[in-house]
């Protein structure tokens, strides 16, 4: 366990606005080195309104030359409605090389069974558009993902001379147990951080409170991104003061608080006056 003395973290208060059932081991984590976590998530999946793109896209499943996963929800939406069907992926043929656009991402795919090849180096959709772009080209490539992922890398892809199917594997939709009275009462208080995982999570806070209020609460919590498409988001709200984590591991968030608040810190210290 990580000492709560040596920590950045320590009497921080961090709003996680991940699903819940994606937020224990960060959250174990962040309390650990002695914050205050706050669930608040503004983020939940639910299935496709009509299965029948995905599930022609499982059917043909070998016929694929890659697979592209840009999350590990679409991994899990895949192995869910196999379970569904009654089958398992591995039923229906042979399974395409993979590419997942993170080291967490890619632990979800290897454990469903495929066999990853490649991991963005950036950790980015684009990212892997642009460093696997000579390799697909010509290729039929299955593209997984929800119904409001950033419509710049299948253009990417398309490009690059990739053959490009894409299909809704799960929709992201606000959770009905998050509104806009809870969302203050999280906030009232003040908070240090508050950790965004996707532009949709973004654009829901943006929805419940608004843009004014997103911008008031950056002269005190630093905003953290979770990933490139997270970050441009935040910046389009007016966001300035943001710490991208580098990956979406849980490791890879902590640093990325604590190296924004050891600096916050450090600055604050040198700039103090002597009484």
């Known amino acids: 366990m990580a000492s709560m003395m040596a920590s950045p973290l320590s009497g921080k208060t961090i709003v996680v606005t991940r699903a819940l059932s994606q937020s224990a081991q960060l959250s174990e984590e962040l309390s650990a080195r002695g914050a205050d976590v706050k669930l608040l998530p503004l983020i939940s999946f639910e299935p496709p309104q009509d299965y029948a793109p995905m599930d022609a896209a499982l059917t043909a499943i070998a016929s694929f030359d890659w697979i592209l996963f840009t999350s590990s929800n679409a991994v899990q939406a895949l192995e869910r409605r196999t379970e569904q069907l009654g089958r398992r992926l591995s039923a229906f043929g042979e399974l395409p090389r993979a590419a997942a656009v993170g080291p967490a991402t890619s632990d979800v795919a290897e454990a469903a069974g495929f066999s990853v090849e490649y991991v963005a180096a ?8 642009r460093e696997l772009g000579a390799e697909l080209r010509g290729r039929k490539v299955l593209l997984p993902r929800s119904d409001r992922a950033n419509p710049d890398l299948p253009a990417a892809l398309l490009r690059c001379g990739a053959k490009v199917t894409e299909v809704v594997a799960y929709r992201n939709v606000p959770p009905s147990s998050t509104d806009r009275e809870k969302l203050q009462d999280t906030l009232k208080d003040g908070v240090d951080g508050i950790l965004f ?6 654009q829901n806070f943006l929805e419940l409170l608004g843009r004014e209020r997103l911008g008031t609460l950056q002269g005190r919590a ?10 441009a988001a935040l910046s389009a709200a007016g966001i300035q003061r943001i710490a991208r984590a580098a990956d979406t ?3 890879a968030i902590v640093e990325a608080l604590e190296g924004h608040l ?13 009484a």
């Open 122 to 129: 950036d950790h980015s959709g684009a990212g892997l558009a």
């Open 197 to 202: 995982y996707s532009p949709s999570a973004v």
């Open 222 to 231: 630093v905003m953290v991104a979770i990933g490139h498409a997270t970050a």
């Open 249 to 251: 591991t849980t490791k």
């Open 262 to 274: 050891a600096r916050t810190k450090k600055r604050s210290t040198a700039g103090a006056k002597p």
